[in-house]
T-cell receptor, first 110, second 115 residues
Framework: TQLLEQSPQFLSIQEGENLTVYCNSSSVFSSLQWYRQEPGEGPVLLVTVVTGGEVKKLKRLTFQFGDARKDSSLHITAAQPGDTGLYLCAGVLSARQLTFGSGTQLTVLP | GAVVSQHPSRVICKSGTSVKIECRSLDFQATTMFWYRQFPKKSLMLMATSNEGSKATYEQGVEKDKFLINHASLTLSTLTVTSAHPEDSSFYIC???????????FGEGSWLTVV
């Protein structure tokens, strides 16, 4: 059973469209991270959110941490083909151990 | 450059043989490293926590006698897949942190194919 559930699991959209990926859990995390991963490579950290209700922006990406620190969302504005990849949320547990979400495979078509 | 390095990046082995994957922290000491397994287009699943100088802590369902972890030094953890079978074919990734910081560095991953 996945501790963190992501939705949607797969998403294929046209260039220029907006999208939102959700990450939900019944557990409370001290912080939550979002990663993007290319095939055959390790995941790359995009952002860490710590405070309930926190919103962080990274160019066209907007990350939000739920007030109760159980859920998070990633919104991409005007998606580009370069945004294609596997997006993973991860709850930070003790000793920097991560529990990863189920993942969202995003494909942006030109 | 890479902060955490894995070797080999790709390995093919025959069924029944054993294969070792190394995870090194570069320019820092890591008392704890983590090993993950990932199937294509799926998420990372934590296999075990590697502790320097002591036994690894395995997640539920992970066979400790099959996936041997050794953390002999503060910069090196190894994962040995023993008596490998085709179903062990997967992408294996390690991670480590610097000191007590919350930044977690991942290795480049190692593709294992068992034929």
């Amino acid at each position: 059973t996945q501790l963190l559930e992501q939705s949607p699991q797969f998403l294929s959209i046209q260039e220029g469209e907006n999208l939102t990926v959700y990450c939900n859990s019944s557990s409370v995390f001290s912080s939550l991270q979002w990663y993007r991963q290319e095939p055959g490579e390790g995941p790359v950290l995009l952002v860490t959110v710590v405070t309930g209700g926190e919103v962080k922006k990274l160019k066209r990406l907007t990350f939000q941490f739920g007030d109760a620190r159980k859920d998070s969302s990633l919104h991409i504005t005007a998606a580009q083909p370069g945004d294609t990849g596997l997006y993973l949320c991860a709850g930070v547990l003790s000793a920097r151990q991560l529990t990863f979400g189920s993942g969202t495979q995003l494909t942006v078509l030109p | 450059g890479a902060v955490v390095s894995q070797h080999p990046s790709r390995v093919i082995c025959k069924s029944g043989t054993s294969v070792k994957i190394e995870c090194r922290s570069l320019d820092f000491q890591a008392t704890t490293m983590f090993w993950y397994r990932q199937f294509p287009k799926k998420s990372l699943m934590l296999m075990a926590t590697s502790n320097e100088g002591s036994k690894a802590t395995y997640e539920q369902g992970v066979e400790k006698d099959k996936f041997l972890i050794n953390h002999a030094s503060l910069t090196l953890s190894t994962l040995t897949v023993t008596s490998a079978h085709p179903e062990d074919s997967s992408f294996y990734i390690c991670s480590a942190s610097i000191g007590t910081g919350n930044t977690i560095y991942f290795g480049e991953g190692s593709w294992l194919t068992v034929v």
